[in-house]
């Protein structure tokens, strides 16, 4: 039976491990197969989440040596295991989500139904489930790929929406989109890797939706909390600029060039 690949990345947070996990064994009507990676983290979390799911069915548990980062641990268990599986799809989540019982089932059949390559899910704030948290992404007129529908109700957002890709804390991309284009930039670290592959798709001329039933609570920052900092903001602004530069046309940098000049002496004059 031809399973969907589901990557889960802990570091440093196996309490939010554990319950995503808990959530996700739980789902009906899909089969499925988690990789739990542990991301080098610190006291033993690696060895204590073998212990805890070795006898998981549904798991396979990867031990990594160092901490890859967010994109190239992706980027390693794509080329070393995933690559490899006669599956249609792969899901991505992040370890500090609670899925609803039906999240892939709906991935996956709206993938099929509206024939696209990725689907951004509804993912609502976890501690205020009046608010959402994101529903995919959106490009600016800086360059700037931002979140849709962050901190808005979640009453205005039931109904299926094109986007520029999705997040990918709650995702589902087509396998054979990720072989014709490659999968995530090693350029990245930890943020703006899924703006990134989410244009490049879009430019490559492969199709995101937003699908409202697929249902996923996050508690929002929890993973960027343990690295923020000035660097990480500058390198997240580097990120936009790397993306925006690789991805476009002559022609489209200088039309939007004085919205990008104006954005960012804003930036650094506040």
């Given at each position: 039976m031809n399973k969907t690949p589901i990557i889960i990345i802990n570091?440093?947070?196996?309490?939010?491990?554990?319950?995503?996990?808990?959530?996700?064994?739980?789902m009906k009507g899909i089969y499925f197969h988690i990789h739990l990676i542990d991301n080098a983290s610190d006291n033993n979390e690696g060895d204590q989440l073998n212990s805890l799911?070795?006898?998981?069915?549904?798991?396979?548990f990867y031990q990594y040596p160092k901490n890859y980062g967010f994109s190239k641990a992706h980027i390693k268990i794509w080329e070393e295991v995933l690559i490899h599986l006669n599956s249609s799809y792969i899901a991505l989540l992040n370890n500090d989500t609670i899925v609803d019982q039906n999240w892939l089932y709906e991935m996956i059949s709206f993938a099929q139904s509206n024939k696209v390559d990725m689907v951004s899910s509804k993912m609502i704030n976890f501690n205020n489930r009046d608010l959402m948290d994101n529903a995919g992404h959106k490009m600016l007129n800086t360059g700037e790929i931002i979140p849709v529908g962050h901190a808005l109700s979640i009453h205005d957002y039931n109904s299926h929406q094109i986007n520029m890709g999705a997040c990918a804390g709650a995702s589902l991309y087509r396998s054979s989109m990720i072989k014709k284009i490659g999968f995530f930039d090693s350029f990245f670290s930890?943020?703006?890797?899924?703006?990134?592959?989410?244009?490049?798709?879009?430019?490559?001329?492969?199709?995101?939706?937003?699908?409202?039933?697929?249902?996923v609570y996050h508690k929002r920052g929890k993973s960027i909390k343990k690295i923020f900092n000035l660097e990480y903001s500058v390198m997240i602004q580097t990120s936009i600029f790397y993306t925006y530069f690789k991805l476009f046309p002559l022609g489209s940098i200088l039309l939007s060039l004085p919205f990008i000049v104006l954005k960012n002496i804003l930036v650094f004059l506040i």
């Open positions: 570091w440093n947070g196996i309490q939010d491990t554990i319950e995503c996990i808990k959530s996700v064994v739980s799911f070795a006898k998981e069915s549904k798991l396979t930890t943020g703006y890797e899924d703006a990134e592959f989410g244009l490049r798709a879009f430019i490559a001329g492969y199709k995101c939706k937003y699908n409202p039933k697929a249902i």
